[in-house]
């Protein structure tokens, strides 16, 4: 099935661990996003990529890293958890960045306790 | 500054028609989006103005006046399964996409 998946669905980890949350996109789409969603706030973008091999930050960055190896992958990772990062994670696909019809995966819920 | 401005929840009941407003501020503009958000999961794409005036697509339709930095969501024929938060998502001149918390749509029996 075409989509975008992100693993893992949920996790809780210890801050101060270093966590990856993966996505894979098979639409072949050159633009992929990670952005945050807290309580009653808006989507908050994190990074985003325009293709492959390029990455750029967005609004929140401080405290993740991206890359973008391959077309279909944009893993974000968190190099030391902290307890401020307990959110729900999406990671969107786009044609293009000039594309405002992204495609979301289903989401990662992160607690850092 | 760049913003968005929805009632935070509306109130509808099954069968009728409701209208979610937007207004918005940009640095530039290149479009406006509508996203759908049920409890718990992700957006989905509902619809895209780049050009003033009304898109119809089935139940729903979207409007937009640019100069006006205004948007409505119409939805007739409101059916359960549609209470869902309602996201509208300018793009600016960078193509951003600008989010907010959108409007919690409440249908009622």
């Known amino acids: 099935i075409a989509g975008i998946t992100q693993a893992p669905t949920s996790q809780i980890l210890a801050a101060g661990r270093r966590m990856t949350l993966r996505c894979t996109q098979d639409?072949?789409?050159?633009?992929m996003y990670w952005y945050r969603q807290d309580l009653g706030l808006g989507l908050r973008l994190i990074h985003y990529s325009n293709t492959a091999g390029t990455t750029g930050k967005g609004e929140v960055p401080d405290g993740y890293s991206v890359s973008r190896a391959n077309t279909d992958d944009f893993p974000l990772t968190l190099a030391s958890a902290v307890p401020s990062q307990t959110s729900v994670y999406f990671c969107?696909?786009?044609?293009?960045?000039?594309?405002?019809?992204?495609?979301f995966g289903e989401g990662s819920r992160l607690t850092v306790l | 500054g760049q913003n968005i401005d929805q009632p935070t929840e509306m109130t509808a009941t099954e069968g009728a028609i409701v209208q979610i407003n937007c207004t918005y501020q940009t640095s530039g503009f290149n479009g406006l989006f509508w996203y759908q958000q049920h409890a718990g999961e992700a957006p989905t794409f509902l619809s895209y103005?780049?050009l003033d005036g009304l898109e119809e697509k089935g139940r729903f339709s979207s409007f937009l006046s640019r100069s006006k930095g205004y948007s409505y969501l119409l939805l007739k024929e409101l059916q359960m399964k549609d209470s869902a938060s309602y996201l509208c998502?300018?793009?600016?001149?960078?193509?951003?996409?600008?989010w907010g918390a959108g409007t919690k749509l409440i249908i009622k029996p």
């Open positions: 969107a696909s786009a044609g293009d960045r000039d594309t405002g019809e992204l495609f």
């Open positions: 103005n780049v």
């Open positions: 639409m072949r789409h050159n633009a």
């Open positions: 998502v300018p793009m600016d001149s960078n193509y951003q996409l600008i």
